[in-house]
């Protein structure tokens, strides 16, 4: 797999200076990359990387007088690197059509050129849409509805009525729609709430692995568009998140919450149920957000307060052995004022 | 599948308050009950969905004068909803007797009417009862016991010896019985300490998606009768868990530690080993527990300290900023002071 | 299965005091082992169940006049526990041979010995080496490599071209290879970043269960000789983990990261991305890696600090009402002083 540098350039939307004639025959990290390679360079910290890199094209922001091989000037380096990625990357393995040894119930719509590996199982009533590919141990129960060019990676389990959109990755061991967390107290002990709800993910999204997305307790679990969701993060009942939201790691967003568009939630962030995260709005790594977050909110600590505020609390207690000095100081000499005063008096 | 309002009174020990011709047809929450369903009311939060609820009935704590429809009066309506929605609810999905696409180890005791699946891998020796319910992808290793009308979900694992009471639920992706992390140094290496008991899961517990809980160094791990667990939650080495306890998501509970009857631990709570939790204690989310709690104790925090101590704490240094303004004030003056004293002095 | 008192003294390299002719069958903790149980004592918090113990030998750091059976004297009484432990300890179970309800793919190359279990999928070009077992459930993507005796437990999904060494340890629902979290922002919405390298495994590790280990982006995530980690741990794409490190449950290690040889992460630990963590460092249960910790460093706390650091701030924490009465004091006292000068000066 090969690709000139001016196509490349063109994919990317930049320009290419110098060395047309290069053919670029993959991409790798500067410290990588060899002769017939592209590589890229942003982040001026890895300057060092540049100047010992072997690769035989760049990607850049604007030119780079150390290196002697062709350049892409573009605006966004990552999204280049991103795009020419993508070309060179080995898509997901596939199985050729419906493996004999994959188990599909009655009542199914298989698509065109759907992939389903040996021990896969679909439930009745299922649809799977066309060019989705199912990995081994990949378990639909029944009536779920798998969307076109859907990957669903190993032991991956859709239970009963779940709707999963179009061009949708989901990670190995991931659970969509296990029961919410319902249970009401009654005497010492706990009756079960069914959970009558489904789950939603709509076109674009990626979930990562060993995530827990539960079906709501009436209506839907909404993952909407373009979300990314990264491993072992934790979707409660009835939660809602908007249009390109980022959810790093081990997080747990709590019952009936909504995040807004575009919103960014840290890793190990616990969010209480009922809550509001307005669109844009991010919160830092650990956090615990007990309130409701309003647009553009910027938010981190337990409770989750503004960064800002955060910081200047922070800040305030590591400068409390100061106050402490401070005050022992005051002390001493208000004890030799009073002194003074006492002999004045006297 | 409907029921006469007056039947369904009669099921949740409430009183019908009008219409009693009414059969209810489906349960559902205020803004989406069509005409022939039953909702629900006791938040007065939700009273603008009350207003506009098309629902045709409702279960209320007291007669709701803005409501025209029959009206079902109970003293818990949380615990009437769940009641009524269990008798809508479609229960889990079964198959018909044991597949043969499922590997049944030899020596194996099968219950009556039990459900297993393709796909399923039962160990040598093992016991499943009555009822049970065994998804694809469910895998037995040898000589676990699955209790009556218990349900194991797609990808769920039971290791060796492993014993799961009644009336269970598991939720999908869960592992039960793997080691646990026990290893000894040896100079700068880890040494494997074998890990020789078991798991014991008592009846009427439900366990979230994608746990793990380990088998015990000697003797078990124990879950007690109707324990409930969210997703993701860590149950560490022969940890013992008190009846009707609850854990929430993405919470840790390390080696050895017990918690009592009607525990409460909120999500991503991390409990140290060795560790008691008194009966009926709560500990708020995102706390770490180093030290054990006295039963009924409030705690929260890292590391928790009883639920009062820590907003106390958490108000003074919300207040930091005008200690320092205090301070400062208090400096200027004490500086006026000396000057006016030396003055006076002279 | 039992071994010669005298046998179990040199297996440990310890001395066997008192009754030579004792025949070991079993080993177990003080307050379950039986008469012809071994058991071990080093905790003097144990000191009651040592009293009560029917166990008929004991192994010690020094003789115990209390106990009147045999005793073996060895200066790690917990490595010696282990050693013993694993010779009466049931080693996995296995299937002879490979399984015809496994699915093996083209161009595979299995080892002697190896036990492939019904329902494992394995896909083109992987290597299975001498003595591995893979448990029911695993699926190894194409071009695999799994190390001699190494043992993949259920539903382990291994993805695309990743390298597990020998005598590693793979606990259930655990997933190897999944794609890192790269994504480039693109106006509102998010472009993937393929990740095209691997993870690699070295020998004697042991992963706990429903871990996720992601691919690298370029090159591979590594995780080095006889590292141990706990259930539930995040490891993102192009972390290094060194030698023996511990890494327990529910800690989350972002991209790029490196960790030394013999660190120690505790619980629901959350790391930074590109973060350095030098030989042999801890990081205390629950904190949060902003910046690089030195070798040999203790931090712990969210930003973690050194340990000692925290403690100091989090006593002047507690200190605050103190402070607030002392503030409160000076400033009676300052007006007291303030009145009597102008009481002076009148």
């Known amino acids: 797999m090969e690709i000139p540098i001016t196509k490349a350039a063109e994919m990317v939307g930049g320009e290419c200076v110098g060395g047309e004639n290069f053919v670029v025959k993959g991409i790798n990290a500067l410290d990588q990359a060899g002769p017939s390679e592209i590589s890229f360079f942003s982040d001026h910290r890895y ?92 378990v639909l129960d029944q009536g779920v509805k798998v969307g076109k060019r859907t990957v669903l990676y190993p032991n991956v389990t859709v239970l009963r009525g779940c709707i999963i959109g179009n061009d949708v990755i989901v990670h190995a061991g991931t659970t969509i729609g296990s029961d919410g967390f319902g249970f009401v107290r009654d005497g010492a002990s706990s009756v079960k ?79 209480n149920d009922h809550t509001e995260i307005g669109d844009g709005a991010m919160v830092g790594p650990q956090s615990g957000v007990a309130k409701s977050i309003p647009a553009g909110g910027i938010f981190s600590g337990t409770p989750a307060v503004s960064h800002r505020t955060r910081l200047r609390n922070a800040a305030l207690v590591a400068r409390l052995p100061q106050f402490k000095e401070r005050l022992r100081g005051l002390e001493k000499k208000v004890r030799e004022l009073e002194d003074r005063l006492d002999e004045n008096g006297e």
């Open 47 to 138: 300057g060092d990387r540049l100047k010992k890199t072997k690769a035989g094209a760049l990607l850049v922001s604007g030119i780079n007088e150390e290196f002697n091989g062709p350049q892409i000037i573009t605006a966004n380096v990552a999204l280049a690197y991103a795009k020419i990625a993508a070309f060179f990357a080995v898509p997901p393995t596939r199985y050729p059509g419906v493996s004999s040894d994959a188990v599909i119930g009655g009542d199914c719509r298989l698509g065109e050129d759907v992939s389903v590996f040996p021990m896969v199982y679909v439930g009745k009533g299922c649809e799977i849409g066309d060019g989705a590919t199912l990995f081994p141990g990949v």
């Open 193 to 271: 709430v069914p959970q009558t709800g489904i789950v939603q993910i709509d076109d674009h999204v990626e979930i990562g692995a060993n995530n827990c997305i539960d079906r709501a307790a009436f209506g839907k679990t909404w993952i909407k568009e373009g979300v990314k969701t990264d491993n072992l993060v934790q979707i409660a009942h009835n939660v809602v998140i908007g249009e390109h939201s980022i959810v790093v790691a081990l997080a747990g967003i709590s019952g009936s919450s909504r995040l807004g568009r575009g919103v960014m939630i840290g890793g190990q962030v616990g969010i």
